[in-house]
């Protein structure tokens, strides 16, 4: 694997994680930048970063730099990663990678009139437990899929200034934990949906707190989502066939599985990967993509995923 001279783009809890990772991949960070003086240069020393950018117009111009990675609050992630494609970087976003699906099909666009990879963050596109699942379902595991089932709860303090409440800061339990959802359905399910059913609850602040989404494509394969900021929920997923089904707990960086043959009622276990090294399936896929030029197999699936968003939101839209 090509070394990759990495920037990074703020300095939160998340880039934290991956710093260490890119530590481990790379045993080395090229440069960092973030808004606050104090954090960039703490960030640096902990992770013995050498080059410390007081903006990123500077990282982005520095021309040993081959890709950023992006870790700042997401309704700041299209504009970031616009400036780092035009400066001619390859780019790894958190999710969400963009609020919509339009600002991400210009991005593309112009990623490749570039010749420059995109990829989102996206734990469930790279850990290999869910690769392994995909071809096993493939292969006929679970016979003729049918239905998916995907649980995410999550309980936030009420804090009307944080991000996860803020509609200015495209707060909301669809685009913080919704993306880990619809990404597990629409990694399974064999065509996009084009039937998108959903109800939401909403913050006193706009911002959607509870929602159940039903989505239904072509061949008849029906998804059920259900999202709270309010009410934990198991992180579950069930992926059920005419032949038996597969249920993942704690998805987003899972290493294990079960799967029940529905003929016997036999139950046994899959597992592939691990969770602690989910960060670092990401650095790498990124790595391969880079060098292969693969801009659609990196960020296909996310596109995907983006539309459905837009689609579940524009429903809520409409019902008010």
């Known amino acids: 694997m090509e070394q990759l001279n990495l920037g990074i783009i703020g300095t939160g809890v998340i880039a934290k994680s991956m710093a260490e990772k890119l530590n481990e991949v790379y045993g080395t960070i090229y440069g960092v930048t973030s808004v606050r003086e104090e954090s960039r240069v703490a960030f640096a020393k902990a992770y013995n970063i050498k080059n ?17 990675y992006i870790a700042t609050p997401h309704h700041l992630h299209a504009s970031l990663i616009e400036l780092a494609l035009l400066a001619g970087k390859h780019v790894l976003c958190e999710k969400a990678i ?30 290999p437990l869910f690769q392994t699942l995909k071809q096993q379902v493939s292969e006929g595991l679970i016979g003729q899929l049918k239905i998916i089932q995907v649980n995410f709860g999550s309980h936030k303090d009420y804090d009307p200034s944080n991000r996860f409440f803020n509609p200015q800061l495209a707060g909301g339990a669809l685009l913080d934990i919704g993306g880990y959802a619809v990404s597990v359905a629409r990694l399974f399910l064999s065509e996009q949906p084009e039937v998108v059913m959903s109800t939401v609850d909403y913050f006193e602040t706009g911002v959607d707190e509870t929602s159940a989404t039903i989505l239904k494509n072509a061949v008849g394969q029906i998804t059920a989502l259900t999202l709270s900021m309010r009410a934990k929920q198991p992180k579950r997923a069930l992926i059920a066939g005419d032949k038996g089904y597969l249920e993942i707990y704690d998805y987003p960086r899972g290493e294990v599985a079960t799967f029940t043959e529905t003929a016997s009622g036999k139950v046994r276990e899959i597992r592939a990967g691990e969770t602690s090294q989910a960060l670092r399936y990401e650095l790498l896929d990124f790595a391969h993509f880079v060098e292969t030029g693969d801009l659609d197999a990196a960020i296909g699936l996310s596109l995907d995923v983006s539309r459905l968003l837009d689609q579940i939101r524009n429903q809520w839209d409409k019902s008010k």
């Open 98 to 127: 963009t609020v919509t699906s339009k600002e991400l099909e210009g991005l593309i666009a112009l990623a490749r009139s570039r010749s420059l990879i995109l990829m989102e963050a996206m734990t469930i596109f790279h850990m």
């Open 52 to 68: 410390v950018f007081s903006t990123t117009e500077a990282l982005l111009a520095d021309p040993m730099i081959d890709a950023v």
